[in-house]
Nanobody, 124 residues
Framework: VQLQASGGGLVQAGGSLRLPCVAS????????IGWFRQAPGKERERVSC???????YYADSVKGRFAISRDNAKNTVSLQMNSLKPEDTALYYC???????????????????RGQGTLVTVSS
């Protein structure tokens, strides 16, 4: 069972990146999938979540700039990040939760499955 996050890189402020989270060993259909990030010296925070039914949730800091989507056929959830800012610089992680809805799941530690991070660096 594995979640693999990728797509990170170095981008200038105002640029875009797309982060896919691919599951193997289980199907994402019935899981809420969350994207979390952790900047140096800060706690890990959830930036977005998508329910099994497709409802999307966003942190206020990314609302209007990030978009989360799921493709169950490809067992993938992606985070499209636009209008990136230097403060978006962080390690980004994806997690899966079957028992909790997005509205009840905000802590990384409650994830059933956890992927490795992918680094996003936004230069000014």
């Amino acid at each position: 069972v594995q979640l693999q996050a990728s797509g990170g890189g170095l981008v200038q402020a105002g640029g875009s990146l797309r982060l896919p989270c691919v599951a193997s060993g289980f199907t994402l259909d019935h899981y809420a999938i969350g994207w979390f990030r952790q900047a140096p010296g800060k706690e890990r925070e959830r930036v977005s979540c998508i329910s099994g039914g497709g409802s999307a949730y966003y942190a206020d800091s990314v609302k209007g700039r990030f978009a989360i989507s799921r493709d169950n056929a490809k067992n993938t959830v992606s985070l499209q990040m636009n209008s990136l800012k230097p403060e978006d610089t962080a390690l980004y992680y994806c997690g899966a939760n079957r028992g909790l809805r997005c509205s009840k799941w905000s802590r990384w530690g409650l994830s059933d499955y956890r992927g490795q991070g992918t680094l996003v660096t936004v230069s000014s």
